[in-house]
């Protein structure tokens, strides 16, 4: 099997097109997967991504240069032909696909094989070598469909709207707010939101992604005004002044690290609710099925654990070690709960 792609200091590298994916250091050329921000990184010359993750991206690194490119668009650099498809992951997300010489990789970035509703849903692409992100890769993560999620954040909301609490519900900036808005029930009291959370709206609302009316907790709103309400915020907000101001209140979390019982309690949450925006184990394997690959590289998550499951399942799989990992991976403080590799 040629090599693609091969891997060095500043990222993941593409000899024959002169250009990284993903790279963790500043670079001439970067194909980005999508905005968060241990993948779109400042500092590099020139950036391609889709023209659903550009506003994002430029949104959160100012002026840079880019160009945008359509799903399943191909576009040829140097010798190498790339294109992108939908990862699932969180609005404009996507893996990369690069082929050389009719040698096919894919890069999944970090992706999601469940429709959120949201986003685009995750669509599986053929090659011969696929480098996937394993950041909940142990058999303990499986998910409960959304319905059932959104049934409990809903019914959480609700019961302390009753009681005069308002719900402040941790969540990050960029996905998995506005995932959550998505899913919940706009009729049950006012949705408030910290400045993080409602510019990244404004951007995705230009966009047209549907999003339910919200209102920006600026300094001269009062929380008295809206009795009830569920703020959405990003966690480090949750245990700061910034969340004193609401009074009487609830605080729930929602994050697939809150499957772990250790981690709920040292968020020092009332709440946790299981909800990521990652494949969990049967989605990872689901992907890596759907791929026909037979050369696997497992990268941030619990790479050890996965690339030894899979080799003995008959993959041949190694772990590569990257420097990706953030928005979800925040939330675990602990090495012992958060892949060592990530």
Request: negative net charge.
């Amino acid at each position: 099997m040629a090599n693609v792609l091969t891997f060095r200091p500043e990222g993941i590298y593409c000899p024959a097109g002169d250009f990284y994916i993903d790279p963790w250091r500043p670079v001439d050329r970067a194909l980005i997967t999508h905005g968060h921000s241990d993948h779109a990184r400042p500092g590099h010359a020139r950036y391609l991504a889709t023209h659903a993750a550009l506003p994002v991206m430029q949104h959160r690194l100012g002026e840079i240069t880019a160009e945008g490119i359509g799903f399943g668009e191909t576009r040829r650099i140097g010798a190498a032909s790339v294109s992108f498809h939908p990862a699932g992951h969180l609005p404009g997300s996507a893996q990369i696909r690069v082929e050389v010489g009719g040698e096919v990789w894919v890069v999944s970035g970090d992706y999601k094989t469940t429709p959120d509703g949201l986003c685009e849903p995750f669509e599986p692409v053929r090659c011969h070598a696929f480098i996937t992100e394993c950041t909940f890769g142990l058999p303990v993560f499986k998910w409960r469909p959304q319905n059932e999620v959104a049934a409990e954040v809903n019914a959480w909301w609700a019961a302390n709207a009753a009681a005069g609490r308002v719900s402040i519900l941790g969540a990050y900036a960029l996905g998995k707010a506005q995932r959550l808005l998505h899913m919940i029930d706009a009729d049950i009291g006012p949705i408030l939101t910290h400045g993080a959370v409602e510019a990244t709206n404004a951007v995705l609302r230009r966009q047209g992604y549907p999003l339910p009316d919200t209102r920006h907790v600026a300094p001269d709103l009062n929380p008295k005004d809206y009795p009830g309400a569920l703020v959405i915020a990003p966690p480090s907000a949750l245990g700061a002044s910034w969340a004193r101001r609401f009074g009487t209140r609830s605080t729930g979390f929602a994050s697939g690290w809150m499957r772990l019982r250790g981690v709920r309690r040292r968020r020092a949450a009332d709440r946790g609710f299981v909800l990521s925006d990652h494949a969990d184990w049967e989605g990872l394997h689901q992907a890596i099925r759907a791929t026909g690959a037979e050369k696997i590289f497992a990268t941030h998550g619990y790479t050890e654990i996965f690339a030894r499951w899979l080799n003995s399942a008959g993959w041949d799989a190694e772990v590569v070690p990257t420097e990706f990992g953030g928005e979800e991976d925040e939330v675990v403080d602990s090495p012992g709960e958060q892949a060592p590799a990530s």
